[in-house]
């Protein structure tokens, strides 16, 4: 898969830019603030349908400008060439079209073009609280899957309700609130048990892969684990939710379910989060996308589009190296507002300067030292 074409109108600070890309190796060069993280962020939207910054859509489109377009042409394996189209807009609906034709759903835009992102914010994965964790599971599980996209929609959407019903009872289980709360139960047990077990069966396969990055980019065998275990899942959701009915009542708000999920990760059997170093925690979320870039890789038959958001920066040169090394071939894309290490061999270079495409090159002279 190959991302030709891009252009961007009214995008986070870019107002019109076209960039053509290669089928190897792009180096995006600028200072800081210039726009580069936001040109990968656009490729990232139209892979996944959501900024890979955690942002909503409203902080993508150019401050002035009631809405933002993203145009790319991307050319699959078979040589198929696909034209994506994608209209952000402050107020009403956003909008997809693929080759002219407008999707009932946007969600049917999933799968269309796949993206790998890896940037200094993946030290979340380990540090930070259970849902950066839930979200890199659930993302992968769609990446890998996209109509389970579906099951975790329906899944909030029966949160939404389910909490709102608590809210409104006030702290007090009345025959009405039970009653009604008896439906929501059913329908998010069922739910949260088929999300549960697809979450399982996904750390099962990752688990080994993971191990086997690791040891990749740390150069050194590692015990790597990842390790998820609700306790409601031994249990039983619809149990779990009757035990806590009262609590939740009480709280006004779903305490148990797949929503509160955690996966432990452990290096040397010990929680990654509180034992590891900066640097091993850094290496375990890198670890954590390969493994996912390899598998998707496996399941449709090419690599989707790598993109390293200033990734490298934050790496010793070994590790820089070993991380470009151990990838599959493929469309890549390199941010940096300065050194890139020499195993990268850029392709093409395109400087950024506010927002703005200033130098479109193949010449690797003109590279920095």
């Not at 252009?7 to 800081?32: D, H, K, P």
């Not at 449709?300 to 200033?310: N, Y």
């Not at 991380?323 to 071939?329: A, K, Q």
Request: proline letters at 4%.
């Amino acid at each position: 898969m190959i991302i030709q074409h891009l252009e961007l109108t009214n995008f986070r600070n870019y107002a019109a830019t076209t960039i053509e890309l290669t089928s190897g190796v792009t180096a995006v060069i600028g200072n800081n603030g210039q726009g580069k993280t936001n040109l990968v962020e656009a490729l990232g939207y139209l892979a996944t349908l959501k900024s890979f910054r955690g942002v909503p859509n409203d902080a993508l489109i150019r401050t002035g400008s009631e809405s933002a377009v993203l145009r790319a042409t991307v050319v699959h394996a078979d040589g198929r060439e696909v034209l994506i189209e994608t209209e952000l807009v402050r107020t009403g609906r956003n909008r997809s079209l693929v080759n002219k034709q407008r999707l009932a759903r946007s969600r049917d835009l999933l799968g269309v073009v796949r993206t790998t992102v890896f940037s200094p914010e993946d030290l979340e994965l380990v540090k930070a609280a259970p849902s950066v964790r839930r979200d890199f599971i659930d993302d992968a599980l769609i990446a890998l899957q996209p109509k389970l996209d579906v099951l975790c929609s329906e899944i909030e959407k029966v949160l939404r309700q389910r909490n709102s019903l608590l809210k409104q009872a006030g702290g007090r289980l009345s025959a009405d609130i039970a009653s009604t709360l008896d439906v929501w139960d059913t329908k998010l047990s069922e739910l949260g048990t088929e999300l549960g077990d697809e979450r399982a069966r996904l750390i099962a396969q990752i688990s080994p892969r993971v191990s086997k990055a690791y040891e990749e980019l740390a150069e050194k065998s590692t015990p790597i684990g990842l390790v998820y275990e609700p306790e409601w899942r031994r249990i039983g959701l619809a149990s779990e939710l009757q035990t806590s009915r009262l609590d939740d009542v009480r709280r006004g708000t779903s305490t148990v379910g797949p929503h509160r999920d955690d996966i432990d990760l452990l290096i040397n059997g010990l929680p990654a989060r509180t034992h590891a170093s900066q640097g091993e925690q850094r290496t375990l979320a890198l670890a954590m996308r390969l493994a996912v870039h390899r598998m998707v890789t496996e399941e449709f038959g090419s690599a989707p589009v790598l993109i390293l958001d200033d990734v490298l920066s934050e790496l010793d040169p070994s590790r820089a190296a070993a991380l470009l090394r151990h990838f599959p071939e493929g469309q890549v894309l390199i941010t940096t507002a300065g050194y890139l290490p020499e195993a990268a061999h850029p392709d093409r270079i395109v400087r950024i300067q506010q927002g703005a495409v200033v130098q479109d090159s193949t010449n690797e002279d003109n590279f920095p030292a």
